[in-house]
């Protein structure tokens, strides 16, 4: 079993920082989790409480030791909990990954999300994982995350049944990725939860 690293050091840019989730994060979670647009656009817990957060946070390790996600609070300059980004669906031998994200309220048309998806995509591409592409599915109708994936450099790679966009990372190093079929990345066997 393939377990999925940290970045290590923690990644920080643009006025924001990522790191692992914490206990004293409970209240942060469970109020994105009542927040309407959270609600909208990513699968959150019934009976979204204090408690499920708490349990949700202290699967973290598990989830990323054995590769199902890597989940980082986005912090703000002053160490506040603004949003979320993470990792999921990791294919090892095909190099490919899901993206998603979710930004609080208050901190929504900061560019918060922007930088967290644009450092956590950067850091994917490059060692360790060194994957080849990053990809996230949003909602036609989600125009708040289509602009934050093409705000960090993702590009359409394909439009489903009106579904959802699928986007791909494009950083200068790996414009588009190489070897890559388009209809099996934007396919059924890559799902993932989106996030808003």
């Given at each position: 079993?393939?377990s999925?690293p940290?970045?290590?050091?923690?990644?920080?840019?643009?006025?924001?920082?990522?790191?692992p989730?914490?206990?004293?994060?409970?209240?942060?979670?469970?109020?994105?989790w009542?927040?309407?647009?959270?609600?909208?656009?990513?699968?959150?817990p019934?009976?979204a409480?204090?408690?499920?957060?708490?349990?949700w946070i202290?699967?973290?390790?598990?989830?990323?030791?054995?590769a199902?996600?890597?989940?980082?609070?986005v912090?703000?300059?002053?160490?506040t909990?603004?949003?979320?980004?993470?990792?999921?669906?990791?294919?090892?031998?095909?190099?490919?990954?899901?993206i998603?994200?979710?930004?609080a309220?208050?901190?929504?048309?900061?560019?918060?999300?922007?930088?967290?998806?644009?450092?956590?995509?950067?850091?994917?591409?490059?060692?360790?994982?060194?994957?080849?592409?990053?990809l996230?599915?949003?909602?036609?109708?989600?125009e708040?995350?289509l602009?934050?994936?093409?705000?960090a450099?993702?590009?359409?790679?394909?439009?489903?049944?009106n579904?959802?966009?699928?986007?791909?990372?494009?950083?200068?190093?790996?414009?588009?990725?190489?070897?890559?079929?388009?209809?099996?990345?934007?396919?059924?066997?890559?799902?993932?939860t989106?996030?808003?």
């Amino acid at each position: 079993m393939k377990s999925m690293p940290l970045p290590m050091p923690a990644l920080a840019g643009g006025g924001v920082a990522l790191r692992p989730w914490r206990v004293d994060d409970v209240d942060h979670l469970v109020s994105a989790w009542k927040d309407p647009e959270v609600l909208r656009w990513t699968p959150v817990p019934d009976d979204a409480g204090p408690e499920k957060a708490a349990v949700w946070i202290a699967g973290a390790r598990h989830r990323l030791e054995t590769a199902i996600a890597l989940d980082l609070v986005v912090v703000d300059g002053g160490g506040t909990a603004v949003g979320e980004v993470g990792l999921s669906d990791l294919d090892h031998d095909g190099r490919v990954a899901q993206i998603g994200w979710w930004t609080a309220a208050h901190a929504r048309g900061r560019g918060v999300a922007t930088q967290a998806v644009s450092l956590l995509a950067r850091w994917a591409l490059g060692p360790p994982l060194n994957l080849t592409a990053v990809l996230a599915r949003i909602h036609p109708d989600n125009e708040g995350s289509l602009a934050v994936a093409r705000a960090a450099g993702f590009r359409t790679l394909a439009t489903r049944d009106n579904s959802e966009i699928v986007i791909v990372a494009a950083t200068p190093q790996r414009p588009r990725p190489a070897g890559i079929d388009p209809d099996v990345l934007a396919g059924e066997e890559h799902k993932t939860t989106q996030r808003g």
